[in-house]
């Protein structure tokens, strides 16, 4: 088939905005941020809409980001024969599905490509940096995180995560502020000229027509600053930077100052219990739709043995920053009963609303309502048998205890010098001073392991649980070799 070329951008909707250099930043790759989850169950703090500024510091004498016009200018003369029009038209109507339905199992590490599924390789596990290689021309979506390229040819491409309050200062006064639209990305490839387009995700609702796209801005943070441009076009789930240059970058909006403007945002509700013999604890999130900051949730919650529950989102947009109300119909106190839509990078905590059902015996009905004027915008029945089915479908949750047991001749051969052990035993108080010594006594390294194995399992598995923790910290090879054997 004839290869045609794309037409070239409009710009008419946009004013063109000038380059310029925000306050001086750290290196990027000093200031990349890991997802590394943390939260406060019992932290209520209201979150606060994630309003962010720069004050300008100096003019960009190169030129590292063109500006709209500029960019429109040498697009002419490049060879763009590798991407027509009708695939540009295929992309931006499949996207949108399938950024839509991101899909559930948030730990897949494969982009969506023209000839089937692309493995992404971790490269990287201190920094959450990835790599990537397209073999051929096409359209790739990795849809784990929303974050798509269109190539003209086979190109490398490694993406790493970043946190915005890393480099934005937090300030509501300045007559300059910026409201994020979603999640950082990384981003290089070899070759540069490879990629055609980059397709950032973002969460801002387009469908009510209260969002201008020229409010759309990309921010790149490099060594001498943040630097803004206007992405080509704006679709609903995703902003398109054609011909990019590649750093650290992500959506913003530029709001007036001033300006008191009810942005209506994608969310989703996140719904993990906590199972518990005598009273079944709940954890409920009100969060922008953003699969990274989803993940970040999930990962979290897994680390306590938080099950989540399959749950629609709200159906209709919700507005970015206002408060909602949950409620629950068996009038089980609810704390916080408020939450404040906002976002929060993954890596930061996450605010929820929890509550205790018991040994639920009945369905509970779930509700949030707009604080403001009491509209119902999302609900829900949790039953009985749906956490009997969770429950049957999920692993169980690691115990420190078990593995000591099943482990117990491999850990009598295998571990080394107690001395640490036997001191964080004794600060726990599992051992004292007289069954130390006892310890110590023995004549070889493997009697002393039996000796002490022996000693704390007959203390029972509160005894078994810091004996784990003090071997885990202190030799923590010998505990991942023994889990992987055990798989």
């Not at 941020?33 to 932290?43: A, L, V, Y």
């Not at 946190?163 to 200062?169: D, E, F, Y």
């Not at 969460?203 to 803004?228: C, P, R, T, Y």
């Not at 109300?325 to 704390?335: E, F, H, Q, T, Y």
């Amino acid at each position: 088939m004839e290869k045609k070329e794309c037409p070239e951008k409009s710009s008419s909707s946009e004013e063109e905005l000038p380059r310029r250099v925000y306050r001086e930043l750290p290196c990027v790759s000093e200031t990349l941020c890991g997802i590394s989850h943390f939260f406060q169950e019992d932290d209520e703090t209201e979150a606060e809409p994630l309003l962010f500024r720069a004050v300008p510091d100096c003019q960009l004498s190169g030129g590292d980001i063109p500006s709209v016009s500029e960019e429109q200018e040498s697009s002419e003369g490049q060879d763009s024969g590798d991407i027509c029009s009708e695939e540009n038209q295929i992309v931006s109507s499949y996207a949108s599905k399938v950024c839509f339905e991101i899909e559930e199992d948030y730990k897949n590490r494969q982009f969506l490509g023209p000839e089937g599924n692309v493995d992404v390789e971790l490269i990287d596990k201190s920094t959450n940096r990835y790599s990537v290689w397209f073999p051929t021309a096409g359209w790739y979506l990795w849809s784990a995180t929303g974050l798509g390229f269109l190539v003209r040819d086979e190109v490398t491409v490694t993406i790493a995560f970043g946190s915005w309050s890393q480099h934005l200062a937090l300030d509501l006064q300045h007559h300059e502020q910026w409201l994020v639209g979603g999640p950082l990305f990384d981003v290089t490839a070899e070759p540069e000229e490879a990629v055609a387009e980059i397709h950032l995700p973002h969460f801002i609702s387009l469908q009510a027509g209260e969002v201008d796209v020229s409010w759309f801005l990309v921010a790149h943070f490099k060594n001498e600053g943040m630097v803004l441009e206007h992405p080509a076009r704006v679709e609903p789930f995703y902003a398109v930077l054609e011909s990019p240059s590649f750093s650290l970058m992500g959506i913003l909006l530029r709001i007036a100052s001033g300006t008191r403007l009810s942005i209506p945002i994608t969310s989703n509700t996140l719904i993990y219990y906590h199972p518990h013999p005598e009273d079944i604890k709940f954890h409920l999130y009100l969060v922008p739709s953003d699969a990274l900051l989803t993940k970040a949730i999930d990962d979290e919650e897994d680390r306590f043995h938080g099950v989540r529950l399959q749950t629609s989102p709200p159906m209709e947009p919700l507005n970015f920053g206002s408060s909602y109300i949950v409620s629950n119909s068996a009038n089980l106190k609810v704390m916080p009963k408020e939450l404040k839509l906002s976002y929060r990078s993954p890596g930061e905590i996450q605010h929820f609303s929890k509550f205790y059902a018991g040994q639920m015996k009945e369905p509970i009905q779930l509700e949030i309502t707009e604080k403001r004027h009491g509209t119902l915008v999302w609900d829900t029945e949790v039953k009985p048998v749906d956490l009997q089915l969770v429950a049957a479908s999920a692993p169980p949750p690691f115990s420190g205890a078990a593995f000591v047991k099943e482990n117990h001749r491999q850990l009598q051969a295998r571990m080394g010098d107690l001395k640490g052990v036997l001191d964080d035993l004794q600060d726990n108080e599992v051992l004292t001073e007289n069954e130390k010594e006892l310890v110590e006594q023995e004549k070889t390294r493997q009697s002393k392991n039996e000796a002490l194995l022996s000693m704390v399992e007959k203390k029972g598995d509160l005894a078994l649980d810091v004996l784990f923790r003090s071997i885990s910290g202190r030799d923590p090879y010998l505990v991942s070799y023994l889990r992987q054997q055990n798989l």
